[in-house]
């Protein structure tokens, strides 16, 4: 079985300012992960998803997350943020060679203040 | 290309009544999961389906069934309702890859209130 944590519920920061959204997951076998983005009364966008090769994945608008298996972690970064990216975050596991079922963590409210 | 698709957008249910809510996914998949995600939570598995066949199944009770039909539309029947089951219903499909993990793309979600 798989379990997320999401360390922060929110995480307000002035626009251009950095922002790191931390999660860390916990596993029996190998795992897929993945960041998703939702927008108030929307469904989920896939932002950035690890699946093997290499630890470092970005999206195509700025994001970036790390795989880091010895700390069980994949937290997401930006190095300046816009005001469009306020949004919840929510990061997700799948384990290999089961049912593609994601476990979700239970968000992060990111608010990009002017 | 159109999306996966969701119906009803939103419902409004007194508790004991039971709901349907519908699922359309991209043209071409043919795996449909089901999502609940109660209010200030992460979405939660409910279902999987492939193939007509269940793959997968979270842990909800048996008041929670759910079927796909041969165009791989598929319905979440939530028999019995109670206040605890308003929440947004996610829908997500998937199809064949050539990873060895397919992506699921969501709908926009129905939105269920229970009275």
């Known amino acids: 079985a798989q379990s997320v944590t999401q360390l922060d519920s929110q995480v307000p920061v002035f626009e251009e300012a950095p922002v790191e959204l931390r999660c860390n997951y916990s596993?029996?076998?190998?795992?897929?992960l993945f960041w998703y983005v939702q927008y108030p009364n929307q469904g989920l966008q896939l932002l950035l998803k690890?699946?093997?090769?290499?630890?470092l994945v970005e999206s195509i608008n700025g994001f970036e997350a790390e795989f880091n298996k010895s700390q069980t972690s994949f937290h997401l970064r930006k190095p300046s943020v816009h005001i469009s990216d306020t949004a919840e975050y929510f990061c997700?596991?799948?384990?290999?060679?089961?049912?593609?079922?994601?476990?979700f963590g239970k968000g992060t409210k990111l608010t990009v203040n002017p | 290309d159109a999306g996966v698709t969701q119906s009803p957008t939103h419902l409004i249910k007194t508790r004991g009544q039971h709901v349907t809510l519908r699922c359309s996914p991209i043209?071409?998949?043919?795996?449909v999961s089901w999502y609940q995600q109660v209010l200030g939570q992460g979405p939660q598995f409910i279902f999987q389906?492939?193939?007509?066949?269940?793959?997968g199944r979270g842990n909800f009770p048996d008041r929670f069934s759910a079927r796909q039909f041969p165009n791989y539309s598929s319905e979440l029947n939530v028999n019995a309702l109670l206040l605890g089951d308003s929440a947004l219903y996610l829908c997500?499909?998937?199809?064949?890859?050539?990873?060895?993990?397919?992506?699921?793309?969501f709908g926009p979600g129905t939105r269920l209130t229970v009275l």
């Open positions: 596993s029996s076998v190998s795992v897929y």
């Open positions: 997700a596991v799948s384990g290999w060679g089961g049912s593609e079922k994601l476990v």
């Open positions: 690890y699946l093997s090769g290499s630890t």
């Open positions: 389906y492939y193939e007509k066949e269940e793959r």
């Open positions: 997500a499909s998937s199809g064949q890859g050539v990873t060895s993990y397919n992506e699921q793309f």
């Open positions: 043209s071409g998949h043919k795996s």
